[in-house]
């Protein structure tokens, strides 16, 4: 999912909050591993 691509960021892209789109990315990330291994 891209930042600016998504709903989550459509409009602005927070910049104050630090972290904030990469704890995203990490989380759908380590999902994705797991979906991939058939652990979810």
């Known amino acids: 999912m891209g930042n600016c691509s ?3 960021y459509a409009a602005t892209y927070p910049e ?3 972290g ?3 704890g995203c990315t990490i ?3 380590h999902h994705a ?3 991939m291994l058939g652990e979810v």
């Open 20 to 22: 904030n789109a990469n």
């Open 16 to 18: 104050l909050f630090i």
């Open 27 to 29: 989380a759908q990330a």
């Open 6 to 8: 998504g709903s989550r």
């Open 33 to 35: 591993v797991l979906h």
